[in-house]
């Protein structure tokens, strides 16, 4: 049955679109956010899955383009990380399709709380992260540790980010924080590329084999690249475990609502 876009729900559909990504930028899992969203307003689980990746795309590289600064130097670690993203998000949104829709249906409420797991701990990522923070970044190029294990990780984290997607930025964060030396704001911005280009890779998929609900994917992109650019300029002035709390929240919330209909 088709859902009745009136203007308070294509309100709710940009809002959530904003907040997944302002929180993208920043710490990952805004699909915790604007997932749920879609599947309240009336969206079927694969159908919301699809579509909120697609219109979360433009998010992903409005929070790219405002960290320019940060990307400086880093050319060489991109061109190590970039294909393992790109192979493994291509696995992971083919699978949505080569596995039966029943599948994700009953997959899906135990990968919102993976989801949230990794969200609340986050703040152990981020205490290894801190100890990182110091570090001169140099030239930014320093990629001794980048080694095939690194790349497998990446790939699996895009296998991840392409079949359902949330906390695919802590997972990134998390695999780079044990390996990469540099600053934490400099690894944000490989792991915002990254992400996105899991997005990007998943959503050309889903757009060929159809499925994407065009008026929701498209307010989602409206919402999303607002929210990247601010969350890329602004965010960190908002209290980590407040976005992990309002995180962790509105994830139990989808569990909850998708066990019920399980």
């Known amino acids: 049955m088709p859902v009745d876009l009136d203007l308070a729900t294509s309100a709710a559909i940009v809002g959530a679109g904003a907040a997944a990504g302002f929180v993208n930028s920043i710490v990952g899992s805004g699909t915790l956010i604007s997932f749920p969203t879609l599947v309240g307003i009336g969206y079927v ?19 790219v383009a405002a960290q320019r600064k940060e990307l400086t130097g880093q050319r060489s ?22 596995l039966p829709s ?10 919102v709380l993976l989801g949230v797991g990794l969200v ?12 990182r923070a110091g570090v001169d970044p140099g030239d ?8 095939p294990w690194l790349q497998v990780g990446v790939a699996f984290a895009g296998i991840y980010g392409g079949y359902f997607g949330a906390a695919q930025g802590v997972i990134l964060m998390g695999l780079m924080g044990a390996s990469i030396e540099d600053s934490l704001s400099r690894i944000n911005a490989v792991k915002n590329v990254l992400a996105g280009t899991v997005n990007l890779i ?12 065009w008026a929701a994917a498209g307010l989602l992109a409206v919402g999303s690249t607002a929210g990247g650019l601010a969350g890329s300029r602004f ?12 995180i962790a929240t509105v994830g139990l919330i989808a569990a909850a609502r998708l066990f019920a209909n399980w």
């Open 235 to 246: 965010g960190r002035r908002i209290p980590p475990n407040v976005l992990r709390a309002v």
């Open 202 to 213: 998943a959503a050309t998929i889903f757009v060929i084999h159809g499925g994407v609900v």
């Open 102 to 111: 029943r599948y994700f249906a009953r997959i899906v409420p135990f990968l």
């Open 140 to 147: 930014g190029d320093r990629i001794e540790r980048i080694g």
């Open 77 to 98: 670690r991109l061109m190590r990380l970039v294909p393992a993203s790109a192979i493994g998000g291509t696995i992971g949104a083919l699978l949505l399709f080569v």
């Open 120 to 131: 609340l701990l986050g703040p152990v990522i981020q205490r290894r992260l801190k100890a």
């Open 45 to 63: 689980d694969r159908i919301a899955n699809i579509t909120n990746n697609t219109g979360l795309v433009p998010g992903s590289f409005s929070a």
